[in-house]
């Protein structure tokens, strides 16, 4: 699910925005939710580094903060997530401009003059993110798949292994999270692409994230410190893939 994030120091003003918000996120059946709505840009930006993902982000470019204002809070978020999507909000048109001195790509600017342009304006953002969003799925390998009822999408380059925890109960493992999910192993693989082997009757790896084979204890070591369990008969299969992608 995509995180969105409201920081307006306005108690009224972020209460509407965020009835808006979620009212766009149900009727369009958008796999977002509001992971932070606050007056304090510190705790936006913790909640950031925490989820490590593509967010959403409504700033009031006017907060009551003095270290940060909406400018500077983008510029501090751009740091974590370079792909965000940045909207910002504010009663002064003529700071628009200013978003170019800051350097973080806003998608929007929104005046706060009249809500029915407010929720017009909501509507328009999430339908280019929408757009945006099905063509970056077009353009790279996206893997789906259903958790908690929800239809959910990984880029696949970004999924270091899938690990079976019980019969029928997996987890797949990207660099920025892991999420539970029911299935099988058998019909993973065969929707993965050629980066992908199955080493171990509970393991299916990035052949791209491994970092090294223990041959002595059966285990794949991953870039980012992570094992998977290595079967032995899978071992000369893998290690001439990994020759392969080297060699490229």
């Given at each position: 699910m995509?995180?969105?994030?409201?920081?307006?120091?306005?108690?009224?003003?972020?209460?509407?925005?965020?009835?808006?918000?979620k009212k766009h996120i149900i009727i369009e059946d958008f796999d977002m939710f509001i992971a932070k709505s606050t007056h304090d840009p510190a705790s936006v930006l913790q909640a950031v580094q925490e989820n490590?993902?593509?967010?959403?982000?409504?700033?009031?470019?006017?907060?009551?903060?003095?270290?940060?204002?909406?400018?500077?809070?983008?510029?501090?978020?751009?740091?974590?997530?370079s792909d965000g999507y940045i909207i910002f909000i504010t009663t002064h048109?003529?700071?628009?401009?200013?978003?170019?001195?800051?350097?973080?790509?806003?998608?929007?600017?929104?005046?706060?003059?009249?809500?029915?342009?407010?929720?017009?304006?909501?509507?328009?953002?999430?339908?280019?993110?929408?757009?945006?969003?099905?063509?970056?799925?077009?353009?790279?390998?996206?893997?789906n798949i259903i958790s908690e009822e929800k239809l959910l999408f990984i880029d696949e380059q970004k999924i270091t292994f899938f690990e079976v925890v019980s019969p029928h109960k997996l987890i797949?493992?990207?660099?920025?999270?892991?999420?539970?999910?029911?299935?099988?192993?058998?019909?993973?693989?065969?929707?993965?692409?050629?980066?992908?082997?199955?080493?171990h009757r509970s393991f299916i790896v990035n052949l791209n994230y491994i970092d090294y084979v223990d041959k002595k204890n059966s285990v794949i070591i991953l870039k980012n410190g992570s094992t998977c369990y290595l079967a032995r008969r899978k071992l000369k299969v893998i290690l001439e893939r990994l020759a392969a992608i080297k060699s490229l």
């Open positions: 995509i995180p969105v994030y409201i920081c307006e120091d306005n108690t009224g003003q972020r209460e509407k925005l965020e009835t808006l918000i490590k993902t593509v967010g959403i982000y409504f700033l009031d470019i006017d907060l009551n903060d003095p270290n940060l204002n909406g400018f500077t809070l983008a510029q501090e978020v751009r740091k974590i997530d048109s003529e700071m628009a401009f200013q978003t170019f001195h800051y350097k973080v790509s806003a998608l929007e600017y929104i005046l706060k003059d009249n809500p029915a342009d407010i929720e017009r304006a909501i509507k328009a953002c999430f339908e280019t993110i929408k757009t945006q969003l099905n063509t970056t799925r077009t353009t790279k390998k996206i893997f797949v493992h990207s660099l920025d999270k892991r999420i539970h999910f029911n299935g099988d192993l058998k019909e993973i693989e065969k929707r993965l692409s050629q980066n992908f082997i199955r080493c």
